[in-house]
């Protein structure tokens, strides 16, 4: 079955420890996309991949990195520097990051922080 | 830049009618709007683009008014399948570095 695949579905940390949240599609996808939500909130865009080895900043990118080496997966990782990183993270793909692509969204990972 | 969605939350009984708003300070390329049910993935419903047609599935449809930078969803004889939270999502221009901006949501309840 083609979709996306999040891993995991629950993760805790401590403050200060960099924590990388797995996104996996296999969907044939060229776009992929990293939200934040936070508790009655709206998604927030955090980084966006079009192509392999190319990613653009979104809204909130301070305090993320992300990688794209293969076109099926799209890492993000939530360093020390964000000052607040406990929140629900979905991962979206669409076959192109132009007008029209419905987006496919993981079932997310919440992570906590304490 | 972010859309703003109106009401914030609503509450219906079964078989009664919604409307959800859409509105944007810019000018529009497409409209996207998914549905979320809680501590879920949010899911596609549809995309509307710039050109005002007006799309539906089933008793779900929405319009797209290019001119007053809106566009609203329509839900008829609300089921209680139909309770979650809905996002609306803007796209200003298509080009190949575009993205989605999302409102905050409505949360919907349906009530039997």
């Known amino acids: 079955d083609g979709g996306i695949t999040q891993s995991p579905k629950y993760l805790f940390r401590k403050e200060g420890q960099n924590v990388t949240l797995s996104c996996e599609q296999n969907l044939n996808h060229d776009a992929m996309y990293w939200y934040r939500q936070d508790p009655g909130q709206g998604l927030r865009l955090i980084y966006y991949?079009?192509?392999?080895?190319?990613?653009q900043k979104g809204d909130i990118a301070e305090g993320y990195s992300v990688s794209r080496e293969k076109k099926e997966s799209f890492p993000l990782t939530v360093t020390s520097a964000q000052k607040n990183p406990t929140a629900f993270y979905l991962c979206a793909s669409s076959i192109a990051a132009s007008g029209t692509g419905e987006q496919y969204f993981g079932p997310g990972t919440r992570l906590t922080v304490t | 830049q972010q859309p703003v969605q109106s009401p914030q939350a609503v509450i219906l009984r079964e078989g009664e009618d919604a409307v959800i708003n859409c509105s944007s300070s810019?000018?529009?390329?497409?409209v996207h709007w998914y549905r979320q049910k809680h501590g879920e993935a949010p899911v596609f419903l549809m995309i509307?683009?710039?050109?005002?047609e007006q799309k539906g599935h089933e008793k779900i449809s929405a319009s797209f008014n290019e001119k007053k930078q809106q566009s609203s969803l329509y839900l008829t004889a609300s089921q209680l399948s139909y309770s979650g939270t809905y996002f609306c999502g803007t796209e200003w221009g298509y080009s190949s570095a575009s993205k989605i901006i999302f409102g905050s949501g409505t949360r919907l309840s349906i009530r039997p």
């Open positions: 810019k000018a529009l390329y497409s």
């Open positions: 991949s079009q192509i392999v080895n190319d990613f």
């Open positions: 509307l683009l710039k050109g005002g």
